[in-house]
């Protein structure tokens, strides 16, 4: 998604510019976009009168924040629990589909396997065509 650049402002801006809130930032500009693009960086950059460089390091110190939205928005859980019911296969219709996931190694919903995620959202019993229809909502 592009970032709607004024957004960013705004999140700076309700941070009062403060460089000390960089990594709330970045948090807010995450969770708004799904991601901090550079352009978006750039404009925190500039608002928060810090390099890039700085920036740069944050967001990749913490494995949170992601640059862009091309990585599968989908985290597949493929540990044990979830393979006794079926996360292998579940993953095999998913590619056959042309959906891309992420392998992930325990969700923490072991007890309602397949386990996956789109976002923040844990998603339980999940099967491929639950998981194509919650990507399309968004
Ligand atoms: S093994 Fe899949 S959520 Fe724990």
Redesign the pocket.
């Known amino acids: 998604m592009p970032h709607d650049i004024d957004v960013v402002a705004k999140i700076c801006a309700h941070h009062n510019h403060d460089p000390a809130a960089l990594l709330e930032i970045l948090h807010d500009t995450q969770e708004h976009f799904g991601c901090v693009s550079d352009e978006a960086a750039r404009r925190i950059a500039q608002d928060l009168n810090i390099s890039r460089a700085d920036i740069h390091g944050v967001r990749s110190f913490y494995g949170d924040f992601t640059r862009d939205t091309d990585k599968p928005k989908l985290k597949l ?7 006794a019911v079926g ?1 292998e296969e579940l993953a095999r219709r998913l590619s056959a589909r042309g959906i891309a996931s992420e392998t992930i ?6 007890a309602l ?3 996956a995620m789109i976002g923040k959202r844990l998603i339980g019993r999940a099967s491929a065509e639950l998981l194509e229809a919650e990507l399309a909502d968004g």
């Open positions: 859980c493929r540990a044990e629990a979830c393979q996360s190694y325990c969700l923490g919903n072991c396997g397949p386990a």
